[in-house]
């Protein structure tokens, strides 16, 4: 079973490369992309695997937070986040 990882980031360096770490998260078996600086990846890899891929597509003085996530969450999102949401990551 998939666990789902909550990606969130910085990116410091003038003109940061997005574009490189957006292909590389949309590698990811499954995920989801509702807010700027955050995305929800469902994959079968652990969080230091995840992190060190995604680490490879940013310059050394970016951050970078990847954490597991549960269904345990509220907000202000469009109902097709929350469908996602609500498919995809555990209880």
Do not use: F
């Not at 969080?47 to 970016?62: E, F, G, M, P």
């Amino acid at each position: 079973m998939n666990k789902v990882y909550c990606v969130s980031y910085d990116l410091n360096k003038l003109g940061q490369r997005y574009a490189a770490l957006y292909e590389e998260l949309k590698k990811s078996s499954l995920w989801w992309h509702y807010l700027d600086s955050t995305w929800l990846i469902a994959t079968h890899e652990t969080a230091t695997q995840l992190s060190n891929r995604l680490r490879q597509r940013i310059d050394s003085n970016d951050y970078i937070l990847v954490i597991e996530v549960r269904r345990n969450s509220d907000g202000w999102l469009q109902q097709k986040a929350w469908d996602w949401i609500n498919q995809n990551v555990p209880v």
